[in-house]
Each structure stands twice: as C-alpha cells, then as structure tokens.
C-alpha cells in the first residue's frame, strides 16, 4: 500500500466548475505540501500546511491531521489550472513522500 | 531573488558514462533536497543536505550516486557510471527551515 494515496488520477472539468483533490496519507508529518507541475515538468509549491485550511486566490487547502487526509479546492476552474497535483507530505525534516499525482485537465 | 537554479536543463549520455548535476540553492538556505522522478513513478526523495552536512542519504538508489554540496552553498549529484533506468527528472529544492521548499526547474536525464 502506498504511503501517499491521491484521488482521483484523472480529472476532467468543464469552466467554471469546482474542483476537489483528494489526499490520504499513513506517514507522520510534520507538514505537507500541495505541489503544480505544468508540462514541461517544473514544479511550483501552492501551499504548506500543518492545521487547518489555507486560501490563495481560488486554491483553497485543507487539512486534518487526525485523519491524515487532505484535500486541495479549485473555485471557478479555468483552462489555464490544467496541470498535475500532487500532494507530499513531509517529515520533521522536510523530506517529502509524494503522490503519484492528479492530471486535471480543464475544458473552456 | 533569483530562485532555485540547476543545470543543465537537459542531459542525454551513454549508459556507463558520468554525468554532475548542479543545483544552486536560494541563497542562505541551509536546507538542500534532491528528488527523483523516474518514468511512469511518482517522485521519489533522494537526499537532504544541512549546509554542507548529509542530513538523510537514506533516499539515494545506490553507490552510483554521489551527492556533494560545496561548503553549504551549491549541490552536485554525481551519477557513475549511468545506467539505463536512472533516466528521469531531478529536482533541487531549498528550504530555510526545513517546512517550505522552494523547488528547482529539473534536470532531464537521458541514458541511451
């Protein structure tokens, strides 16, 4: 079983729809990290989170620590959010146990 | 700021021979990584460097890889001989305080 389960591995949305990454994980963490990484493969960090929930623009992510289980929001999705996600998890020194990683792909 | 830099973009060799990947860190980022992400696999953690200090090898595949960092400041990752299956994205990130990192554009390895 893997440390890091994303769902779905595949999304495909229409404009304008809300957009929800799922997250589960089984390792103890110190934080984890919400990752985008376009075609041609840089990788961009969204988010950090240790507690709660965090906002920047329309991303929205959350956390429960108890449950080990996050979830990354997308508001009013638009062609440009195509791009895979990924969630990692991170230990006490940062090292981070990635997903395999979600492919949204929107359509206008 | 300039951010996360590494070279080369991309590198294409023959199996047995070596190849020096570089990254150089955001400046005055103590905290270094190196991850992997081989064909069809999710990203994989490599190494992490505290200044110039091995913090966690524990990710490194084998003795083919070689992992320098030069008094605290740039990393190299040295692979010799390559092998067919160490083809694959590497990335650097750095970190001030091992919670956020700052990842690096990738260096796309080939080994023909």
């Known amino acids: 079983k893997n440390e890091v389960e994303q769902s779905p591995q595949n999304l495909t949305a229409q404009e304008g729809e809300f957009i929800t990454i799922n997250c589960s994980y089984s390792v103890g963490i110190s934080a984890l990290h919400w990752l985008q990484q376009h075609p041609g493969g840089g990788i961009v960090s969204l988010f950090m989170?240790?507690?709660g929930k965090k906002k920047h623009g329309r991303l929205i992510a959350t956390i429960n620590i108890q449950e080990k289980h996050s979830s990354l929001h997308i508001t009013a999705s638009h062609p440009r959010d195509s791009a895979v996600y990924i969630c990692?998890?991170?230990?006490?020194?940062?090292?981070?146990?990635f997903g395999k990683g979600t492919k949204l792909s929107v359509k206008p | 700021e300039a951010g996360v830099t590494q070279f080369p973009s991309h590198s294409v060799i023959e199996k047995g021979q070596t190849v020096t990947l570089r990254c150089d860190p955001i400046s005055g980022h103590d905290n270094l990584y190196w991850y992997r992400r081989v064909m069809g696999k999710e990203i994989k953690f490599l190494l992490h460097?505290?200044?110039?200090?091995?913090?966690?090898e524990s990710g490194m595949p084998n003795n083919r890889f070689l992992a320098e960092r030069t008094g605290g400041t740039y990393s190299t990752l040295k692979v010799q001989p390559a092998e067919l299956e160490d083809s694959g994205v590497y990335f650097c990130a750095s970190s001030p305080t091992a919670y956020e990192q700052y990842f690096g554009p990738g260096t796309r390895l080939t080994v023909t």
């Open positions: 460097f505290v200044k110039e200090s091995k913090q966690d």
């Open positions: 990692a998890p991170g230990g006490s020194q940062g090292n981070l146990i």
């Open positions: 989170l240790s507690s």
